[in-house]
């Protein structure tokens, strides 16, 4: 008998789970299916029903939400993908165990909601990204530092059918027409939109079920989307709005295949009679990465991403419908996480409450059998970040850097301004108390799940988002790198072309420049914490509206990443200060002079961001 961590062996827990069901089942019972969608890198705006951007389109999500439950505040366990999925699929936080990161396999001695189902009479499935089969390799030396471990597969954990992979390439039980593979686990290939061939997958489990309709049945639908790489598919690309960029794009069209997919499957239960007597589950495993790994999807109006235990990395999409039980249109304020997943299952199913579990059962909550928030404290810990959170208090604690204490219930309320730790230390102390108790427990014990302090990547991550203060070096600086071909101090012009004349730089049109054309200056070379100010040293003969405008890692020259000023006319300097209100780092800026201008010169351009040393800019010959 294997023995479990958790109190009681593995083998004769689940064997105990059987009999209770059996025992406890009366003639003409009918337990209820489940699905969980759990879908990849998808930021908490993109979800239609939360009203944040128009260009999102998830009908068949938000007709989900209409029929059941819209968690406002649904989080996940971790701000990156297998100890999140670790965490929903067994309904414990996974750093009890030690899945604390990518490259951690699951153990097996940590049963999944698949294998307590399944010991429960369940038919059980994945189709999709499973990702917690791999281990760090010590001897890799290129891009890939993990190797997959075939006694990590789905179907060593509880699942009977699998198709699980996240592109093209796919280990499966069964082929997409759904005939059985007798050398299962087999590797398959199948060309085409990865969201497409899951769905698919998922599909052919459920037609499967036909052939016994009184057996209850969990499928786990894990997309691997809007994750990169970057998708196009059709017909959903097309309907995404042309002047976006082709990052957004590429999340609106994945989106949208996924949600295509949950109209597929919910026809399925509608034409089979199995509507109301499943529980179905919509989570994302984490919010969207931003910066150059940014997958086109959106956290707004959180602050963070993925990597972060700011709301944007674990704050996510979550929705829950039981038509047959649970009463629709709920709009459900209270925070929830994902370990409530298991619980929730498992209650429904009739099997019996493990006190290992960490999450609740939802649904006396749903139906008006409780009262309250399900949740006192919910806790976090993602290697060098750990977090608690009691509602509407949230502590966050990032190595030896300053504590953070922030009031949840402000819009946007992580930021450096609404750090209330020094206002209120007695409720900084008494959750920081909290959490020392909870990671005390963990493995391994501690603050930090890895070892050395707050990991220096992140902590610039936390500053470009405003929620702590920029160490010294990562003050504004020009990013090194060649001159770009005629360009004079970091500056070029595209439309344009610069010179250095008396003390200044004169920006003049290029030849034969198209009539609507205009000559400007750009710097792609920066690296400046927002927000900042511009400040130029200007003249020109005619002068005239004009404007600074800029882009971040996440955003390329939105609209509303622009300013306007007036440049002056005449032939004295004149200096000339633009705010520009970003809250991230500013890594390009474009100097955009009035149309028909002339005789534009520059003396001088300050950078000023919100930590460290401005850059100064002077176009004098000694410079």
């Known amino acids: 008998m294997t023995t479990s961590m958790f109190g009681i062996g593995l083998t004769a827990g689940l064997l105990a789970i059987g009999c209770v069901a059996a025992a406890g089942e009366s003639p003409g019972a009918r337990r209820p299916n489940l699905v969980v969608i759990f879908t990849d890198d998808h930021g908490w705006a993109d979800l239609a029903a939360h009203g944040v951007d128009p260009d999102i389109r998830t009908p068949h999500a938000d007709r989900l939400a209409r029929d059941g439950v819209l968690f406002t505040r649904g989080y996940v366990t971790a701000p990156q993908c297998s100890p999140s999925r670790a965490g929903i699929l067994t309904g414990i936080y996974q750093q009890r165990f030690g899945v604390e990161e990518n490259g951690i396999p699951l153990p097996h001695d940590v049963p999944t909601l698949a294998q307590r189902l399944k010991a429960a009479g369940y038919a059980t499935g994945i189709s999709g990204k499973w990702h917690l089969d791999a281990e760090v390799d010590p001897?890799?030396?290129g891009r890939r530092k993990t190797v997959r471990l075939p006694d990590h597969l789905p179907h060593r954990h509880g699942f009977d059918e699998y198709f699980t992979g996240v592109m093209q390439d796919y280990t499966a039980s069964h082929s997409l027409d759904g005939a059985p593979f007798p050398d299962a686990p087999r590797q398959v290939r199948e060309e085409g939109c990865r969201v497409a061939i899951q769905t698919e997958a998922a599909l052919g489990f459920l037609r499967r079920r036909e052939a016994r309709p009184d057996q209850p049945w969990f499928l786990y639908l894990s997309y691997m989307a809007p994750h990169t790489p970057f998708g196009f598919p059709e017909p959903w690309f097309s309907r995404t709005p042309a002047h976006l960029p082709k990052e957004r794009r590429s999340a609106l069209a994945l989106i949208a295949s996924i949600d295509d997919g949950v109209r597929r499957i919910r026809e399925w239960l509608e034409a089979n009679g199995q509507a109301e007597n499943t529980l179905i589950f919509y989570i994302s495993d984490n919010g969207a990465p931003l910066g150059r790994a940014w997958d086109g999807s959106l956290n707004l109006p959180l602050r963070g991403q993925k990597g972060m235990l700011a709301e944007g990395g674990i704050r996510v999409p979550f929705v829950f419908a039981w038509p047959g039980r649970v009463p629709g249109g709920q709009v459900f304020d209270h925070p929830v996480i994902s370990l409530d997943v298991v619980p929730t299952a498992l209650a429904a199913a009739g099997l019996p409450r493990d006190a290992a579990l960490d999450g609740v059962d939802l649904v006396p909550h749903l139906t008006g059998a409780k009262t309250g928030p399900p949740h006192e404290t919910l806790f976090w810990r993602w290697r060098s970040q750990s977090a608690v959170q009691e509602y509407p208090y949230k502590f966050i604690r990032l190595g030896e850097r300053e504590r953070l204490l922030f009031d949840m219930t402000a819009p946007e309320g992580e930021s450096i301004e609404r750090n209330l730790a020094g206002r209120k230390p007695e409720i900084a102390a008494r959750l920081e108390g909290k959490l020392a108790a909870w990671v005390g427990g963990l493995k391994p014990p501690g603050f930090s799940?890895?070892?050395?302090?707050?990991?220096?990547?992140?902590?610039?991550?936390?500053?470009?988002?405003?929620?702590?203060?920029?160490?010294?070096?990562?003050?504004?600086?020009?990013?090194?790198?060649?001159?770009?071909e005629g360009g004079i101090r970091g500056w070029s012009s595209p439309n344009g072309v610069l010179t250095l004349s008396g003390g200044a730089l004169a920006i003049a049109a290029k030849p034969n420049l198209p009539p609507k054309a205009r000559p400007f200056i750009t710097n792609a070379r920066l690296d400046l914490p927002g927000p900042a100010t511009v400040t130029l040293r200007l003249r020109a003969a005619k002068g005239?509206?004009?404007?600074?405008?800029?882009?971040?890692?996440?955003?390329?020259?939105?609209?509303?990443?622009?300013?306007?000023?007036?440049?002056?006319?005449?032939?004295?300097?004149?200096?000339?200060?633009?705010?520009?209100?970003?809250?991230?780092?500013?890594?390009?800026?474009?100097?955009?002079?009035?149309?028909?201008?002339?005789?534009?010169?520059?003396?001088?351009?300050?950078?000023?961001?919100?930590?460290?040393?401005?850059?100064?800019?002077?176009?004098?010959?000694?410079?």
């Open 139 to 141: 001897r890799a030396t």
């Open 449 to 484: 799940g890895t070892s050395g302090g707050f990991d220096r990547h992140h902590e610039g991550m936390f500053a470009e988002h405003g929620m702590i203060a920029a160490p010294a070096e990562d003050a504004a600086s020009a990013r090194p790198g060649a001159e770009p």
């Open 544 to 623: 005239g509206p004009a404007s600074v405008t800029w882009r971040t890692k996440a955003e390329s020259f939105a609209p509303r990443q622009a300013a306007s000023f007036t440049w002056p006319s005449g032939s004295d300097w004149q200096t000339v200060a633009v705010e520009l209100p970003e809250e991230a780092r500013i890594i390009h800026i474009r100097i955009l002079p009035p149309p028909g201008a002339e005789g534009l010169e520059v003396e001088s351009i300050e950078l000023r961001g919100a930590a460290g040393k401005p850059l100064i800019f002077r176009f004098d010959a000694a410079s």
